[in-house]
């Protein structure tokens, strides 16, 4: 009954907060002052820049503007912080300077409001750094009030789905997009350095392939077909690789029909790049490079603290195949596996659970997957995976049952995949064909016949390294975030009912 009490209570008070700021915005009309008239207010700084350039900014006239976010009244004078992009700014008003009737409207604004200020730089008494206003004007009346009497916002549903008050209550939050924007400016940066170029592939897909995931499907009513949202870019950049776009990359979202978690969102963004006349190997290299130089550019240093961990991303990173760590964390040798017979038996020895449609290949990849993706903490290429889920890799010589592929792990999760890519167009087809079969066992993630992408390759690929690295992960590392959403401005949420 007290919980019930006091939610009607607070909606209540909310009520009267909503009516009050809306009797405050009729006021403001009736006076001739309508907030929403003024389309224009020309700033010549910021909170930091005042901040950082004090000395030579000090008794200079600067005009800010920002949105308030507390307020003291001291009688004749008056403070407010604003927050602006950079920061916040304390501004000091006095009843001498504006005015009578100019500093009781003043003293009317709620927190939330958005002004222009005009005033010179000084510092208090205090010591804090501030703008002596000379005028103000509102530029924006809010009506809805932020939730600073409740310390900030701090419900992670409400935080996702309202993120435009998450950004404005919680600062690190902002900071981590902020980390983001120049995560991927530096990733950019690295390859156009490179010599690689950027290109834009379709979105809309007319055949599903290039990865193993279940696409969204929509419907184009002028051509009277089905289309899938792009799961993965691949097969077009391959495309421009056969062309003669020796090294191209692609950043962009990929959308992927399946669950949600804390590492999982529908739609997504990687980075794919490719280069004519190297291997994985040379994958690694730019791969690792390329973590190196975001991480150093957007953080300043190399160690990443990431919950109870610090991932070292200075130290080279290490190499290890996939039946290497099979045998290192589950005792099992695959490479004394030689029929289907005793993989099952072996899988059966450790609870895993078989499925009719699987080879030894997959059993290798489930031990994998239970037995070593946690123990991988600092960065691991885990290379040679079975051909049997790598229907796009070139085979490793002398073991054609596995392929020339990397996934990169930190931390136990993957972060990076990568190829030498097969150009075998014969070899290609056959992959395809086994997705295929896949398929019509009722495996809707497998890949489709991709005919048009046969047809490029036998015209001839030359020797091609690939790799796609997901990015929203990728921030995910940098700022310390554990859960995807956090990465994500606007993340896929179920509709309130």
Same mark, same amino acid.
């Given at each position: ?9 607070s909606?209540?008070?909310?009520t ?17 002052r309508?907030?929403f008239?003024q ?15 004090f000395?030579k900014?000090?008794n ?5 503007a920002?949105?308030i ?10 403070f407010?912080h604003?927050?602006?992009h950079?920061?916040?700014i304390q501004i ?17 604004l ?7 200020v ?8 205090r010591?804090?750094i501030?703008v002596?206003?000379?005028d103000?004007?509102?530029?924006s ?18 935080r ?16 981590t997009f902020v ?15 490179l010599?690689?170029?950027e ?19 929509t ?8 289309l ?16 003669g776009?020796?090294r191209?990359?692609e950043?962009? &979202?990929l959308?992927r029909n399946? !669950? *949600? ?10 980075? %794919?790049f490719?280069e @004519? ?5 040379g ?30 991303m ?10 290497q760590l ?8 695959f ?10 038996a ?5 609870g ?17 997957e239970?037995y ?11 290379l ?10 070139k &085979?490793?010589?002398?073991?054609? !049952? *596995?392929?020339?592929r ?7 999760? %993957?972060y990076?995949? @990568? ?6 167009p ?10 295929m ?22 015209y ?5 390294g ?6 929203d992960r990728f921030?995910?590392l ?19 009912d």
């Open positions: 009954m007290d919980e019930i009490r006091e939610q009607a209570e909606q209540q008070e909310l009267e907060i909503l009516q009050i700021r809306r009797d405050k915005l009729t006021a403001l009309r009736e006076a001739g309508d907030p008239v389309v224009r207010f020309e700033r010549t700084s910021d909170s930091q820049e005042i901040v950082e350039n000395e900014l000090e200079q006239d600067v005009a800010v920002g949105r976010l507390s307020k003291r009244d001291m009688g004749k004078a008056s407010c604003i927050q602006d950079k920061g916040q000091y008003a006095k009843i001498d300077e504006l005015g009578p009737e100019e500093y009781e409207w003043f003293k009317k709620d927190i939330g409001d958005i002004i222009g005009h005033g010179y730089v000084f510092r208090t008494r010591g804090e501030s002596h206003m000379r103000y004007v509102l530029l009346k809010s009506l809805l009030p932020l939730p600073e009497k409740f310390h900030g916002l701090k419900d992670v549903d409400t996702y789905r309202q993120r435009y008050v998450d950004l404005i209550v919680n600062p690190e939050v902002r900071e980390k983001r924007s120049r995560a991927i400016t530096a990733i950019r940066a690295y390859f156009d350095n010599g690689y170029l290109v834009d592939t379709p979105v809309l897909n007319t055949v599903q392939g290039g990865a193993t995931a279940r696409p969204f499907v419907h184009h009513n002028a051509l009277g077909i089905d899938y949202l792009r799961i993965a870019t691949e097969l077009y950049l391959k495309r421009c690789i056969i062309g776009m020796d191209v990359y950043i962009g &979202r959308f399946e !669950g *949600m978690d804390t590492r999982h969102n529908p739609e997504f963004t990687t980075i %794919e490719y @004519a006349y190297t291997d994985i190997h994958m690694m290299e730019r791969t690792e490079g390329l973590m190196r130089h975001v991480v150093q550019q957007v953080n300043g240093c190399l160690q990443l603290p990431f919950g109870d961990q610090v991932i070292d200075e130290q080279p990173f290490r190499r290890a195949t996939m039946t099979v045998k290192e964390y589950a005792g099992v040798d490479d004394e596996i030689s029929d289907l017979e005793t993989a099952k072996a899988a059966k020895e450790h895993l659970k078989v499925e009719p449609k699987h080879k030894k290949g997959d059993i290798l990849s489930l031990f994998f239970k070593c993706e946690d123990k991988l903490i600092q960065p691991t290429f885990v040679e995976h079975p051909v049997e889920i790598s229907p796009l890799a &085979r490793v010589p002398n073991r054609p !049952g *596995m392929t020339q990397f996934e990169l792990f930190i931390n136990g999760a %993957e990076a995949n @990568a190829f030498s890519e097969l150009n075998d014969i070899d290609q087809r056959g992959r395809f064909e086994s997705q079969a896949l398929r019509a066992m009722g495996d809707l993630e497998a890949s489709e016949m991709d005919e048009d992408f046969l047809t490029a390759m036998e001839g690929m030359p020797p091609t690939g790799c796609g690295i997901g990015i921030i995910m940098i700022t310390g975030n554990t859960s995807i959403r956090d990465v994500l401005l606007f993340p896929t949420m179920k509709p309130i």
